[in-house]
């Protein structure tokens, strides 16, 4: 099989969620566990960081990453989805799994495969951990795919598990409520095992401390001691922040080479775990010297894209994987708060999301370009456009994503910005 053909396979053979939504989600271990029973238990052969949540949690799995990575770990990287390359998802140090080892996963394991029938996500999980054990990582940092209980990562005992927060999102699996949620994000707390939860929330603070006590699981909420406040510098492209831990001065001038709305909470649950690390068993512990580095080289190290990246400038293009309620709430709040002459939105959904109630945190002013990502679960653009209409958003529907940023780009003035947003799908078209 050549590379492009173990693609085909895998994509054409196997559920794939990102494509078709919910039909490929498996609410059960069983396939993993198979799958990994098989590979002779790769997972257990290296040390691993779970990273679950709503939102953030791909932003603080890269963090913790490219920290572990400056401080001389090898360090493997397990995400989801990708933009444009398949191997974005199974990485060590920042290297994309080997097209060659992608292909002889498959075909030494066809037989198995075809036998168990995985989902696509669940033969991605077994890849990544056959990956990371073959390469001997230090440390694996393991971001959840949806939920965490029932999730196909959740057969591994980390050093730490992380919940990020609690917001709506995909209710059709996880559940209509916060605690319904936070119920299956808690899936992830193992027996023993230090849980760092991102931020205090009333629906779901009382879940998590209740799982922990079940668990004995040491739990931390990173917002009750640590601070990250934005200083003056900050740019489209990087923040700085000043750090407080107990209400008193802990770091002064913290590089993240990463911006965007969520990115202060994001550093602070960061900096939680990076603390509980320093008593982890690991060859070596990431020291201050080693956070700064990281943080500040987070791009180069970890391959870190599609959230708050800008991909053009006169006019400005910014593209932004903000999806859900928090998520856009938080985009369009700083996003109004930039300077810019007009705004363009290209903005299109998956046909699962209940887009009523995300359009409400759109702007009326701006002009939009509304269009269906390239994807079998994409929204019909010209159906967004009759829900946007409702919602007083005006603007039109356009054949492609390309097309759609095309005409946004040909009508923007230079002290313009055009912002793609709403579906990852509809971003990972653009990068």
Same mark, same amino acid.
């Given at each position: 099989?050549?590379? /492009? ?128 054990? /073959? ?66 929330? @009333? ?20 917002? *009750? ?16 922040? *000043? ?26 649950? &960061? ?19 080693? %956070? ?36 856009? /709430? ?15 939105? &290209? ?15 759109? @702007? ?12 079998? /679960? ?5 159906? %967004? ?23 946004? *780009? ?22």
């Amino acid at each position: 099989m050549t590379y /492009r053909d173990t693609i085909d396979y895998l994509y054409r053979q196997l559920p794939m969620f990102q494509r078709v939504g919910p039909v490929a989600y498996k609410k059960d271990l069983t396939n993993t566990l198979a799958l990994c029973e098989h590979l002779g238990n790769p997972q257990n052969r290296f040390r691993t960081i779970h990273v679950g949540g709503t939102n953030g949690k791909g932003s603080v799995s890269h963090m913790l990453a490219a920290i572990c990575q400056a401080a001389g770990l090898k360090t493997g990287l397990y995400i989801s989805p990708h933009y444009k390359d398949f191997r974005e998802r199974i990485k060590v140090d920042g290297r994309y799994i080997p097209q060659r080892r992608v292909v002889e996963f498959v075909e030494n394991n066809l037989e198995q495969i075809e036998t168990i029938q995985p989902s696509f996500f669940e033969l991605c999980v077994a890849m990544a951990f056959d990956h990371f054990a /073959r390469e001997k990582v230090d440390v694996a940092i393991v971001e959840v795919g949806l939920g965490g209980r029932l999730d196909s990562t959740n057969v591994i005992t980390p050093l730490l598990s992380v919940i990020t927060n609690i917001s709506y999102d995909h209710q059709n699996l996880l559940g209509d409520t916060l605690p319904e949620i936070a119920g299956e994000k808690a899936g992830i707390i193992k027996p023993g095992i230090p849980v760092v939860i991102g931020e205090t929330q @009333p629906e779901s603070a009382p879940v998590f401390e209740q799982k922990a006590r079940e668990m004995g699981a040491p739990i931390v909420f990173a917002d *009750r001691h640590f601070e990250a406040i934005e200083a003056d510098k900050n740019d489209w492209q990087s923040n700085h922040y *000043r750090i407080f831990n107990n209400n008193k001065p802990y770091l002064d001038n913290l590089e993240v080479d990463a911006s965007g709305p969520f990115q202060a909470r994001n550093v602070a649950t &960061v900096l939680q775990a990076w603390e509980l690390l320093q008593t982890a068993t690991l060859p070596r512990i990431p020291d201050v010297k080693a %956070l700064r580095a990281g943080l500040s080289q987070l791009r180069t190290l970890t391959r870190f894209m599609g959230r708050w990246q800008i991909i053009g400038t006169q006019p400005t293009v910014l593209c932004d994987s903000a999806h859900n309620e928090a998520g856009l /709430r938080m985009a369009f709040e700083r996003i109004l708060s930039m300077p810019f002459r007009k705004l363009h939105i &290209v903005t299109g959904f998956v046909n699962d999301k209940e887009v009523g109630k995300v359009l409400g945190y759109f @702007p009326q002013h701006a002009r939009y370009y509304f269009a269906k990502a390239d994807i079998p /679960r994409g929204l019909e653009a010209t159906v %967004l456009l009759e829900k946007a209409t409702g919602f007083g958003l005006n603007g039109r529907a356009y054949a492609s994503v390309h097309n759609a940023l095309k005409a946004a *780009r040909r009508a923007a003035e230079p002290d313009d910005l055009v912002v793609v947003i709403g579906s990852i799908f509809v971003v990972a078209e653009v990068l």
